[in-house]
């Protein structure tokens, strides 16, 4: 079992910055999508960002233009710079990710913003933004 561990998260004003890290146990295999989720109070988990092992990237309409994600292969770590904070974007942050065998498994996969595509989760991060 993957342990990701994310950190970053804290309280900002609307229109602040902050930048999410998630840091993998291992990669289990080389081939995998890894995204943030976040979920705010009474609302269902919403993915915002994915990014495959190939380096495609997928936004939610939501955080698109202001959210990147990314990832540093070596440190096995996952980011999301998040800019142009709004009140709405508080919520508990979360990181997932789903390693599979082979590349062709990945391809197979739809809907990397799902989140029932992820079996391995972190425990979040809280992000407060003020208005």
């Known amino acids: 079992q993957v342990q990701l561990v994310e950190s970053g998260g804290g309280s900002v004003q609307a229109g602040g910055s902050l930048r999410l890290s998630c840091a993998a146990s291992t990669y289990t295999y080389n081939h995998y999508y890894m995204a943030w989720f976040r979920q705010a109070p009474g609302k269902e988990r919403e993915g915002l960002a994915s990014?495959?092992?190939?380096?495609?990237?997928t936004y939610a309409d939501s955080v698109k233009g202001r959210f990147t994600i990314s990832q540093d292969r070596v440190k096995k770590t996952l980011y999301l710079q998040m800019d142009n904070l709004k009140p709405e974007d508080t919520a508990i942050y979360y990181c997932?990710?789903?390693?599979?065998?082979?590349?062709?498994?990945?391809?197979?996969?739809?809907?990397?913003?799902?989140?029932?595509?992820?079996?391995?989760w972190g425990q979040g991060t809280q992000v407060t933004v003020s208005s």
């Open positions: 997932a990710a789903r390693y599979a065998a082979t590349y062709a498994a990945v391809r197979q996969w739809r809907s990397p913003l799902a989140r029932t595509l992820y079996n391995n």
């Open positions: 990014i495959c092992s190939d380096g495609r990237t």
